[in-house]
């Protein structure tokens, strides 16, 4: 009997997801049916494809989407997150596994019962970051207290950068996820860690002012930010004994340095709309936010007003965007700063079509074996191989795709709405996903506990 995988959207994040499916879709007997509201953007290669079925979805027309999801084995969702619980409310309705790459909302939380009532697999966080970050951490830390370790210090970080081939521009710095994302980094309250038994907080305004330094053997210096709540999966994690506990998002150095421009100036405000947005030209645009002279240029007005030198490399990465353009215009209407700001960064930090991303993730792991200190590094390095074919696709894709057949084929079968932080789940998706080149390199490093010179004042 074939069996049908559904995927809802087929954004970005699915060109390695859709061919795993279909390279394996005759020997596992399944058919795959893509759902999506712009069908006529899905490559022919898949539209032609025997074992599959590209069709128009609409996931607000309700008829639409019971259907298609009543008649499918197993459902995956690549909708922005927001819109997951519709499909979510379909798969208990109509008793289906369920998979997505985002993180777990309160509304998904509250399916958890039900879920777990009805026997089914509701696994979420199954992607990069979220996913293979947690994942990796889980095969360490277990590792470490099957042997009687105590964990100490636990750090992580995921940078989506641009690969050093590709790597044109100042900033060291290209689009290969979400940009709105990008822009709005860090903001809805202060980041929260803990160092050395110590709460630590960091309000936005600051946070790209406060960063730590990391260096990945044979891909050199990177630097990072803290995400907003490294604490969120203290519990998940079993670390609510650790005395560090720290998450970051990793950029290239500098990268933090320059963008902390744009919120003193408050481009990347999403708060509220600007009513003569449509039509404004980037000059216009960055004279919003400096103050009235009737003598200075704008490019005067703003070295004034954030303290910096025509030397200044930030200065050089400012003029790289253009943002100074009186005749480059900006198409939307009542739009926010952060929406306007997202416009200009996209003229100038798309990934040409030939051009190739990175993924970089780091761990560090501090713990006491046998009454002494001890420390695990752990990094992984992935390069993609074109704007279609990104690493960012294949880290997010394939633990998706690899997991969905693991439920489907009932090697993973604890109900409810979860991550995957168990071994009946992980184990099983690290291996495969060695074999296509997403591993970790390990070394075993004195300890260092949590390093303050690391943290920009």
């Known amino acids: 009997m074939v069996r049908t995988i559904l995927v809802v959207g087929a954004g970005k994040s699915t060109s390695y997801l859709i061919d795993y499916f279909l390279e394996r879709s005759n020997e596992e007997n399944i058919h795959l049916k893509i759902g999506d509201i712009h069908p006529e953007n899905i490559p022919d290669k ?33 909708l922005p997150a927001r819109l997951h619980i519709n499909v979510a409310h379909d798969c208990i309705e109509f008793e289906k596994h369920f998979i997505t790459a985002s993180y777990v909302s309160d509304q998904l939380k509250e399916l958890d019962a039900v879920a777990k009532e009805k026997g089914l697999v509701f696994m979420n966080e199954i992607g990069l970051d979220p996913g293979i970050d947690h994942m990796s951490a889980m095969e360490v830390i277990d590792r470490i207290r099957d042997a009687g370790g105590k964990m100490l210090l636990f750090e992580s970080f995921t940078g989506g950068l641009v690969a050093p081939v590709s790597d044109t521009n100042l900033w060291n710095y290209k689009f290969t996820w979400n940009p709105r994302n990008v822009v709005l980094a860090g903001q809805g309250g202060a980041a929260k860690f803990i160092q050395e038994g110590t709460y630590k907080y960091i309000p936005y305004q600051k946070l790209f002012r406060r960063t730590e330094f990391m260096n990945i053997e044979g891909h050199g210096t990177f630097e990072a930010y803290a995400n907003r709540d490294s604490l969120k999966y203290r519990e998940a994690y079993g670390l609510q004994d650790a005395l ?45 936010f400096l103050p009235y002279s009737p003598t200075d240029s704008v490019e005067l007005k703003m070295r004034h007003y954030l303290r910096i030198d025509q030397d200044d490399i930030r200065w050089g990465k400012l003029l790289e965007l253009d943002i100074f353009n009186p005749d480059k215009k900006i198409p939307l209407k009542n739009a926010s700063p952060a929406q306007m700001l997202q416009h200009i960064l996209q003229d100038s930090w798309t990934l040409k079509e030939d051009e190739k991303d990175m993924i970089v993730m780091y761990h560090k792991f501090g713990y006491l074996l046998n009454g002494e200190k001890k420390q695990i590094d752990a990094n ?35 109900p409810g709405v979860q991550i995957p932080l168990n071994k009946e789940v992980y184990k099983p998706i690290l291996n495969e996903l060695k074999s296509h080149g997403i591993q970790f390199n390990e070394y075993q490093v004195p300890y260092l506990g949590y390093n303050p010179d690391s943290v920009a004042s």
């Open 46 to 78: 898949f539209t032609q494809h025997p074992n599959c079925t590209v069709f128009s979805l609409d996931i607000f027309n309700e008829a639409e989407r019971k259907k298609a999801v009543s008649e499918a084995s197993i459902v995956v969702s690549m």
């Open 244 to 288: 560090t506990l720290f998450r970051g998002t990793m950029r290239r150095v500098g990268f933090s340095k320059a963008w902390q421009m744009f919120v003193i100036l408050g481009m990347t405000d999403d708060s509220y709309t600007i009513e003569n947005s449509e039509g404004m030209s980037y000059r216009e645009f960055v004279n919003l």
């Open 380 to 414: 992984m390095v992935v390069i993609g191989e074109n704007r279609a074919y990104t690493a960012m696709s294949k880290t997010v894709g394939l633990p998706v795709a690899i997991a969905t057949l693991l439920i489907l084929n009932g090697k993973v079968t604890t």
